[in-house]
C-alpha cells in the first residue's frame, strides 16, 4: 500500500514521536494500519536503544516527587548535556519520578518494570524514547524516604537532588538542612556513623605530622593534641559537625537542637558520580586515522 496520506503520517508521528520518513514506511509496511505501525516503529525502535546500550550515559538528570510523609529521588542518564534539556528528555523524567512516588517501586528494577502512562514499563517507554532523541537513555538509581516526621526536598540544577528526613522541626529547617546537603556533601550524618578504621587512620596521620617536640609531651597530653586534630576532622566530614551553610555561626546540630528537632535519614543524589566517563582525544584519533601517530 503506498497511497499514504499526509494526515495519518502526521498523526502517526505525533503519537510515535518517530521521523516522518520512519512513520510513513512503518504505515506502508503495515497497510495504512496506525496501530500496526505503531507497534512496528516500537519493534524498531527497540533494536535502536540495543544498539546504544553499551555508550556511556553520564550526563542526565535528578528529578524528585513527594506526597505526605514520602519523598523519591530519581537519577535517569542521557550522554549529552543538550539532551539532558530536551523537553521530551524533561517530560519523561517528571513522568518517572511520580511513578517511583505512586508504584510502591523500592528499587530501580521494580521501577523500572512498573506501568508508564502509554506504555507497559518504564523500562519500554525509556528504549521508545531513544527513537525520537537518538541517545541512550537510562533509568540508573532510585532512593526514597519514607517517616513519620518532616521531609525536605532540594534540588540543584537539576544535577543534585537531597532529601533530609528529621523528627520535630519545621519544613523550612528540613528545606535548608537538604540545602546544606547538597552544598558541602558531608560523608557521614554524624560521629557514631564514622568507621573505626577511618578514626585510626586519621589518628596515625595526626602523630605522623607532629614535631619531635610535640611527641615528645607526656602521653595524655600528646593524647590530647591527637584527639582535637581528628575532632577537627569529625566536625569537617560529619552533617552534624559542619557549620551551616545559612547560617555559618552556629553547627548543624546546633541548628536542629534550637528547634528541638534530629536527623531521620539523609540521601543524596549527584548525575554522574560513580560513572566512568570515556574523554576522547579527537585530534588524536584524527592523527592515528592519518597514519601520522
Known sequence: MSNIS?????????????GM????????????????????????????????????AAEGRI????????????EINCETDFVAKD?????FSDAVAE??????????????????????????AAKALVVTIGEKIDVRRM???????????????????????IKGGSDELAKGIAMHVAAMNPAYVRASDIPADFLAK???????????????????????????????????VTLLGQPYVLDTNVSVADALKKEGADI????RLAVGEGIEKVEEDFAAEVMKQAGLA
Open 6 to 18: 499526509a494526515q495519518l503520517v502526521k498523526e502517526l508521528r505525533e503519537r510515535s514521536g518517530a
Open 21 to 56: 520518513m520512519e512513520c510513513k514506511k512503518a504505515l506502508v509496511e503495515n497497510n495504512g494500519d496506525i496501530e500496526a505501525a505503531m507497534e512496528w516503529l516500537r519493534k524498531s525502535g527497540l533494536a535502536k536503544a540495543d544498539k546504544k546500550a553499551s555508550r556511556v
Open 63 to 74: 528529578v524528585s516527587a513527594q506526597a505526605a510523609g514520602k519523598a523519591v529521588l530519581v
Open 87 to 91: 523537553a521530551s528528555f524533561l517530560a
Open 99 to 124: 511513578v517511583a512516588l505512586n508504584s510502591g517501586a523500592t528499587d530501580v528494577d521494580t521501577l523500572k518494570a512498573a506501568a508508564y502512562p502509554g506504555s507497559s514499563s518504564v523500562d519500554e
Open 143 to 165: 532512593a526514597q524516604v519514607e517517616t513519620d516526621g518532616i521531609i525536605g526536598s532540594y534540588i540543584h540544577g537539576g544535577r543534585i537532588g537531597v532529601l533530609v528526613a
Open 202 to 236: 586519621e589518628k596515625d596521620i595526626a602523630l605522623s605530622q607532629m614535631s619531635d617536640k610535640e611527641k615528645a609531651k607526656p602521653a595524655e597530653i600528646l593524647e590530647k593534641i591527637v584527639a582535637g586534630k581528628v575532632n577537627k576532622i569529625i566536625s569537617e
Open 264 to 267: 531521620v535519614s539523609v540521601v
